[in-house]
């Protein structure tokens, strides 16, 4: 499909519209992909512009879905009335829209060269022509000032796998648009154990040092000390943050706690709510004037537009990492640093008046307060800031909170898998009831396999074939890590949470059945075929046995249940073409 000029529709205020050059070309590394450029003068001096729309159809034809890093659920073409919209901002999103065919091939995928300022792009059916009408909204918040302003609208009409082209979209932010992501260390890569789901705000020191021993057995890396340890009491939600100060009644000596944590063998990584300045805390008052939401009751964002509140958290974050020994940082509740109804207008004192460019400078001024004390720091970020400024920060993006929901992890963590490069993309931490059968509990882990995963259970509270689950579970991730991270990663169906899920690396593939039991074999391949299907059957097709073609040797196989305990084993011939298995629900088929 081809674009131009006359295919384009355009609207913005006058003053923005008669300043402004639209163009369209194909991309000349990829002719299925055209690149329309915007390019605004503000010849008035430096300007707030109002939004600016840039529009075009496509016939609908073979597109069966939609899909985004913010949809999960949502994937259905929807109608002019309600449009389907990608929202995005430094803070929060990515702009990236797709549609997708009934087989799982691109149709269109749009990527934007600017991800810091607020955006939109909007797809819908329209009814009178059967016809995909795309829309992409600049400046839907306050932005600039801008003296000039350009962006690319990259839109990739090429017949590949879905997945291929958000890869290539996140090649051109990487590439092209000067987003590179930040260095992931080995660490950042490893299972680790979260202490949200299992103690929230009560923090224990000694009962987390007991989780911290039982999870390095079970092939975790680190711990991750979450919302607790800077106010006292429980369930306080916000108000306690801020000053970050640890509650003398939970954690007498943060660097000794550190050190007790590193005694297990653990890395320790502390939690902190950037934005947040609690209602009883001095960050609170010191700043009351330099707020987002200063009528907030409970807690108040910070207005990271002023350099001395950027100066703050930097330094204290830093100054912690350096004095309690840490090794990572869990920076949360990136998407607060937004504009309310009583954010000030403007304040002389703010070095930049975009509140996107504040929380830039702000994430800039923390990491390399971090990165001077530790090179090889781990700084956490989850959805919904996830994109392509904050990926310049952050080596593990976490799925966002999503507790027992084994199909939304799923979900989610593939989005991210495919929107985010090499980036470290980290489950939601995994919980389940002590009372569940070991096959539930497993469930949690398989659908975070292509993942890093991170785990929120009581290690001394689950049964013993819970603790068996995670030890196979575990020790197959940490060994096949490399794959399932590095592999070719590749997916069917996204419009029902992904049917299977499959990656491929030197020879080994790794594969998930979720609802379709039959993985396509092509090759000789070393093979894990996981069933997190509803039943208790396999298959696998081996490509290139029919007509009396074989292999050249037989595979062997053996079948394990999910705490990795022998069910079955034999040989399959050279000339099997499709085989069948039995195999119990979240168990494993090897096949060698």
């Not at 807690?299 to 090794?327: C, H, K, M, N, Q």
């Not at 920076?331 to 830039?360: M, N, Q, Y």
């Not at 292509?450 to 819970?466: E, G």
């Not at 705490?563 to 069948?580: D, H």
Request: glycine residues 6%; contains cysteine.
């Amino acid at each position: 499909m081809k674009l131009c000029e006359h295919d384009i529709r355009f609207e913005a205020p006058p003053e923005i519209a008669e300043n402004t050059l639209l163009s369209v070309a194909d991309d000349p590394r990829d002719p299925d992909v055209a690149l329309i450029r915007l390019d605004i003068a503000f010849p008035g001096g430096p300007s707030f512009p109002g939004t600016v729309k840039v529009g075009w159809n496509i016939p609908c034809t073979d597109i069966f879905s939609t899909s985004s890093a913010s949809s999960v659920y949502e994937r259905n073409i929807a109608p002019s009335w309600r449009p389907r919209v990608t929202s995005s901002r430094l803070a929060s999103g990515a702009p990236l829209h797709q549609l997708v065919s009934s087989g799982g091939r691109n149709r269109m995928t749009v990527a934007l060269s600017d991800a810091a300022n607020a955006c939109e792009i909007r797809t819908c059916a329209r009814e009178h022509t059967c016809e995909i009408s795309t829309e992409v909204r600049f400046f839907t918040q306050t932005s600039g000032p801008f003296e000039k302003y350009s962006a690319v609208i990259r839109v990739d009409f090429s017949d590949r796998p879905f997945y291929d082209s958000l890869k290539a979209a996140v090649r051109f932010w990487e590439e092209e648009c000067g987003y590179p992501a930040l260095f992931v260390p080995e660490a950042a890569r490893r299972p680790l154990y979260s202490c949200w789901y299992s103690f929230h705000q009560a923090i224990d020191e000694g009962r987390i040092l007991d989780q911290c021993r039982l999870a390095k057995r079970l092939g975790m890396e680190s711990v991750i000390v979450d919302d607790g340890w800077q106010c006292d009491g429980v369930n306080v939600g916000y108000t306690g943050c801020g000053d970050w100060i640890p509650s003398p009644a939970k954690v007498a000596d943060m660097k000794s706690f550190v050190d007790a944590v590193h005694a297990t063998g653990l890395k320790f990584i502390l939690w902190y709510s950037l934005p947040a300045a609690g209602k009883y805390s001095k960050a609170r008052e010191r700043f009351a004037d330099m707020l987002l939401n200063p009528s907030a009751n409970s807690w108040s964002s910070l207005d990271p537009r002023f350099p001395e509140v950027r100066e703050y958290l930097a330094g204290t974050i830093g100054r912690e990492v350096r004095e309690w020994g840490l090794d990572g940082i869990k920076l949360d509740f990136i998407d607060s640093f937004k504009l309310f109804p009583d954010t000030p207008a403007s304040d002389p004192r703010r070095d930049c008046a975009s509140l996107e460019s504040g929380v830039d400078r702000l994430l800039d001024a923390v990491t390399k307060a971090v990165k001077a004390v530790r090179p090889d720091i781990l700084i956490e970020f989850r959805q919904s800031y996830f994109g392509p400024v904050i990926r310049k920060y952050g080596n593990m993006i976490r799925v966002g909170d999503c507790p027992a929901d084994s199909i939304r992890n799923r979900i989610a963590g593939t989005d991210l898998r495919f929107m985010t490069g090499r980036t470290a993309v980290h489950s939601d931490m995994l919980m389940w009831h002590p009372d569940d059968d070991a096959a539930s509990a497993a469930y949690q882990v398989i659908c975070t396999l292509f993942t890093v995963p991170q785990i929120s259970v009581l290690l001394d509270r689950i049964p013993q074939s819970h603790v068996a689950m995670l030890r196979f579970y575990l020790g197959f991730w940490n060994r096949l890590r490399d794959v399932l991270l590095d592999g070719c990663l590749e997916a069917d169906g996204p419009e029902s949470g992904y049917s299977m899920i499959r990656s491929s690396l030197d020879g080994v593939t790794v594969a998930v059945s979720y609802t379709d039991p039959v993985l396509k074999l092509s090759g000789f391949l070393a093979a894990y075929h996981v069933n997190a299907t509803p039943g208790d059957e396999l298959y696998v097709r081996f490509a290139g046995c029919g007509r009396g073609r074989k292999r050249s040797r037989p595979y062997t196989f053996r079948v394990l249940d999910c705490t990795g305990s022998p069910v079955s084993s034999g040989v399959l011939p050279p000339s099997t073409e499709l085989a069948r298995f039995e195999v119990p629900r979240c168990g494993m088929l090897k096949l060698s």
